[in-house]
C-alpha cells in the first residue's frame, strides 16, 4: 500500500480557484492523494464566499469539522454545520458562504490539482 501524506504542508491562502476569484478569507491544506483522489482540509473566515462554479470532469464529497456553510449546490440551498457532509457531482454548478469560521474537509476525485494566484 502507498500513500502521500502532506500533514507538514503549510496551508495556502485561496485567492484563486480554478479561475474563480474568492472573496475573504480562505486557506487550503492538501492533507493525503491517492493515484485518482484528494483529499483537502480548508479554512474559512467568517464572510468567505467561493461564487457559483463547476467543476466538469470533478466530484467531491465533504463534511464539515466546525462552523457554519451556506452552500448552493443546484437548485438546492444548505446551511451545514458540524457533522454535515455534501456531494458536489460533476458539472452541477454550486458555490460556498461561511456563515461562522469554519473548517471543512472535501475529498476530490480524479485527484485535483489547486492552482492559487
Given at each position: 500500500m502507498s500513500a502521500k501524506s502532506s500533514r507538514d504542508e503549510a496551508p495556502v491562502k485561496l485567492d484563486l480557484i480554478e479561475d474563480v476569484i474568492v472573496e475573504g478569507v480562505g486557506m487550503r491544506k492538501t492533507l493525503s492523494a491517492g493515484e485518482s483522489l484528494t483529499l483537502i482540509e480548508f479554512s474559512?473566515?467568517?464572510?468567505?464566499?467561493l461564487p457559483l462554479h463547476r467543476h466538469p470532469t470533478i466530484e467531491s464529497v465533504g463534511y464539515v469539522v466546525k462552523g457554519k456553510l451556506e452552500m448552493l449546490i443546484g437548485d438546492s440551498?444548505?446551511?451545514?454545520?458540524?457533522?454535515?457532509?455534501?456531494?458536489?457531482?460533476?458539472?452541477?454548478?454550486?458555490?460556498?458562504?461561511?456563515?461562522?469560521?469554519?473548517?471543512?474537509?472535501?475529498?476530490?476525485?480524479?485527484?485535483?490539482?489547486?492552482?492559487?494566484?
Open positions: 474559512y473566515k467568517k464572510g468567505y464566499r440551498k444548505h446551511v451545514l454545520q458540524p457533522g454535515s457532509s455534501w456531494w458536489h457531482p460533476k458539472g452541477v454548478e454550486h458555490s460556498t458562504r461561511a456563515l461562522e469560521d469554519s473548517l471543512v474537509v472535501e475529498v476530490f476525485s480524479p485527484k485535483r490539482t489547486e492552482r492559487t494566484s
